[in-house]
C-alpha cells in the first residue's frame, strides 16, 4: 500500500527547459514534504521542502507546489540543465498519527536533460 | 556535508553469517534512521532512534536490530543475513525528527550471497 507514489519512472527533458516531477500521496495526515535528488554511488541530498499550510516554495531554480485538495505535489526545475540528470525521490511526513514523524518516499523518477 | 560516515562502504557476505553496519556522526544530532534502498522500492526504514538506548522499529525492521549506545554512532545488524537483504543501506541524520530534512550519507552497498 504505498502512500507516496510517484508514476512516472522516468524523464527526458531538453536543457534550457522546464521539467516538472510529479508526486502524489494517499495519507491526509501528512503534513510536510520534500524532494530529494540522488546521484548514482551517492546518498540522497535534500532539494526543497513544503509545510501543508503553502502551497509554493521556491529556492533558486527549483519550486515545490503543493495541491492538498489533490494530494498531489509537484517539482519544477527551470530552466533545466545537464547536471539535474538524477533520480529525484519525493517524501512526506505527518508530525501526527503515529509515526514519530519519520518520512515516507515515493519510488523515484529518473530525470535525464538532454544537451 | 552532513558529518556522517557510513562503513564500510562495501560488503560481500555469505547467507547465515551476522553482519554489522556503522553509521557515524560529527553533529551529536538527536535523530538517526536506516534506511534500504531497492530497485522498484525507493527508501523504506529500518529502524530509528531519538536518543541514546532510544530505538524504535521502522516499516521493513524484520531481520533487523540496532544499537545506539552513544550519540555519535547507530548500527545495524543483521544477524544472520538472507539474501533479501542484498540491498544499498543509508544512514540519516535528523536535527528536529519531524518537520526538518534527513541529510544521508553515501551508503553501504551490501550483497548476501
Known amino acids: 500500500d504505498q502512500q507516496v507514489k510517484q508514476n512516472s519512472p522516468s524523464l527526458s527533458v531538453q536543457e534550457g527547459r522546464i521539467s516538472i516531477l510529479n508526486c502524489d500521496y494517499t495519507n491526509s495526515m501528512f503534513d510536510y514534504f520534500l524532494w530529494y535528488k540522488k546521484y548514482p554511488a551517492e546518498g540522497p541530498t535534500f532539494l526543497i521542502s513544503?509545510?501543508?499550510?503553502?502551497d509554493k516554495n521556491e529556492d533558486g531554480r527549483f519550486t515545490v507546489f503543493l495541491n492538498k485538495s489533490a494530494k498531489h505535489l509537484s517539482l519544477h526545475i527551470v530552466p533545466s540543465q545537464p547536471g539535474d540528470s538524477a533520480v529525484y525521490f519525493c517524501?512526506?511526513?505527518?508530525?501526527?498519527?503515529?509515526?514519530?514523524?519519520?518520512?515516507?518516499f515515493g519510488k523515484g523518477t529518473k530525470l535525464s536533460v538532454k544537451p | 556535508d552532513a558529518g556522517i560516515t557510513q562503513s564500510p562502504r562495501h560488503k560481500v557476505t555469505e547467507t547465515g553469517t551476522p553482519v554489522t553496519l556503522r553509521c557515524h556522526q560529527t553533529?551529536?544530532?538527536?535523530?538517526m534512521y536506516w534506511y534500504r534502498q531497492d530497485p522498484g522500492h525507493g527508501l523504506r526504514l529500518i529502524h530509528y532512534s531519538y536518543g541514546v538506548k532510544d530505538t524504535d522499529k521502522g516499516e521493513v525492521s524484520d531481520g533487523y536490530s540496532v544499537s545506539r549506545s552513544k550519540t555519535e554512532d547507530f548500527l545495524l545488524t543483521l544477524e544472520s543475513a538472507t539474501s533479501s537483504q542484498t540491498s544499498v543501506y543509508f544512514c540519516?541524520?535528523?536535527?528536529?525528527?519531524?518537520?526538518?530534512?534527513?541529510?544521508f550519507g553515501n551508503g553501504t552497498r551490501l550483497t548476501v550471497t
Open positions: 513544503i509545510s501543508s499550510i503553502k
Open positions: 553533529e551529536n544530532h538527536r535523530y
Open positions: 540519516a541524520i535528523s536535527t528536529q525528527g519531524y518537520n526538518s530534512p534527513l541529510h
Open positions: 517524501a512526506a511526513s505527518a508530525a501526527k498519527g503515529g509515526s514519530q514523524g519519520n518520512l515516507i
